[in-house]
């Protein structure tokens, strides 16, 4: 594809972003000038319907350019860049263009602005910000050494190399520059219950960070905070659904099973019946989002085995556990809860919470963070903490 046809192109990703109401005016231009594909490593993985589809820009050339310009996540990195992990997870990647046009608008940027970005990845979302600020107002944190430099020559090809692309964890206020940031970006997701404090010690007064923010249970939204004028905390609500890659830091390794259960199932667990299946809650993000900001410390398992599946519960302190077997067709299903805590009462009793409050969306939920380390998710107010456990 000539340069020509490559501007084509963008001009006309921007336009369905437009036409989709997700693309600001103000990084309109931005989307234009900035050439995605300069992003793309020679072979990448397109995200679509939820697959990873091999693009080779040496077998296939046209579709490895027309990748970079359809509205698809693209995986640049496998295992943290373990080439013998066998693509387990994917650790790096350039964002969906809809989801980077959401979270600019999100940002709010006005001329003169300082930007930090967490989680430069290829450095497609920091060329943007480059071409709307100035490459000299962009500093962006890149964990992996080896995506940080790759992400540096990615910028320099696009003629953004006064980008400063700092290798490290991005939680780390201490990193880079001196000086506050009147924005803070990051691409890569936290958990809501360890939201870097780092972020608000390195923001200004006023500031905004923008960061999606998940929770262990699954679900996740992107949060809009504002810095207080004192900076000892930040405060705001989520503005939508929002599926990112963890901090590195903050992956979790769940234990094996039988540190939960030594011996056969269903062991010493007590058996009951509920009415609540629990793939209504595994098959809504935003269920789960308000059970997992409820119970930062549940997690689940589901184990498909023909029409039925077990969910199993589990509490990250190893010492609860619960299973419940959804089956097609029944109105109840079977329960078994072991050790002190009853984990599925705890999680039906946030689930029906969320429910009688008419199943408020991600835009009713926010979040207060205290440099003194606590993060509070509420619900409508920041003086209503979201708690279900006291109704
Ligand atoms: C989805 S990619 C970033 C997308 C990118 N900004 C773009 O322009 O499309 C997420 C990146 O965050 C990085 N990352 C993960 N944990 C990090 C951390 N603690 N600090 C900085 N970067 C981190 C990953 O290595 C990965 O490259």
């Known amino acids: 594809?000539?340069?020509?046809?490559?501007?084509?192109?963008?001009?006309?990703?921007?336009?369905?972003?437009?036409g989709a109401g997700v693309l600001e005016a103000g990084w309109?231009?931005?989307?234009?000038?900035?050439a995605r594909h300069l992003f793309l490593p020679p072979v990448y993985w397109e995200f679509v319907d939820g697959s990873a589809v091999r693009r080779d820009r040496g077998t296939d050339p046209q579709e490895w350019l027309a990748g970079a310009y359809r509205n698809t996540a693209a995986i640049t990195q496998w295992d943290d860049g373990d080439e013998a992990g066998g693509q387990q997870d994917f650790t790096s990647?350039?964002?969906?263009?809809?989801?980077?046009?959401?979270?600019?608008?999100d940002l709010a940027v006005e001329d003169g602005h300082r930007v930090r970005e967490v989680g430069t990845g290829p450095g497609f979302n920091a060329a943007l910000l480059a071409h709307r600020l100035g490459a000299e107002k962009v500093v962006s944190v890149e964990i992996d050494e080896a995506v940080a430099g790759l992400a540096r020559k990615n910028l320099a090809a696009a003629g953004l190399d006064g980008v400063q692309v700092v290798t490290g964890d991005g939680a780390d206020?201490?990193?880079?520059?001196?000086?506050?940031?009147?924005?803070?970006?990051?691409?890569?997701?936290?958990?809501?219950?360890?939201?870097?404090?780092?972020?608000?010690?390195?923001?200004?007064?006023?500031?905004v960070i923008v960061a999606p923010a998940a929770t262990l249970f699954g679900g996740g939204a992107t949060a809009r905070l504002q810095v207080a004028a004192d900076g000892r905390c930040a405060n705001g609500r989520f503005t939508g659904a929002a599926d990112f890659m963890r901090m590195r830091q903050q992956r979790y390794q769940a234990p094996p099973v039988d540190a939960y259960l030594p011996?056969?199932?269903?062991?010493?667990?007590?058996?009951?019946?509920t009415g609540l299946d629990p793939e209504d809650i595994g098959s809504s993000w935003l269920a789960q989002f308000a059970v997992g900001a409820a119970l930062p410390d549940v997690y689940y398992r589901r184990a498909p085995y023909g029409d039925t599946v077990t969910w199993w519960f589990f509490?990250?302190?190893?010492?609860?556990?619960a299973t419940v077997d959804s089956v097609p067709g029944r109105g109840e299903f079977e329960v078994r809860q072991s050790g002190p805590r009853r984990l599925w009462e705890e999680i039906r009793t946030a689930h029906d919470t969320w429910d009688k409050?008419?199943?408020?969306g991600y835009e009713r939920f926010g979040l207060t963070v205290s440099t003194?380390?606590?993060?509070?998710?509420?619900?409508?107010h920041p003086d209503h903490p979201w708690d279900p456990t006291t109704p």
């Open 93 to 105: 990647s350039l964002s969906m263009p809809t989801m980077v046009a959401r979270m600019l608008a």
């Open 315 to 321: 509490d990250t302190a190893v010492t609860s556990w």
């Open 1 to 18: 594809m000539s340069g020509d046809l490559a501007a084509g192109a963008r001009a006309a990703l921007a336009g369905r972003l437009a």
């Open 263 to 273: 011996g056969q199932w269903p062991g010493d667990a007590k058996a009951s019946l």
């Open 357 to 360: 409050a008419g199943r408020p």
């Open 173 to 207: 206020p201490a990193l880079g520059p001196s000086g506050p940031a009147d924005r803070l970006i990051a691409t890569c997701s936290t958990l809501l219950s360890d939201v870097p404090l780092g972020w608000v010690e390195q923001s200004a007064p006023g500031g």
């Open 28 to 34: 309109r231009g931005a989307f234009e000038a900035v």
């Open 372 to 380: 003194a380390g606590t993060r509070t998710v509420w619900l409508d």
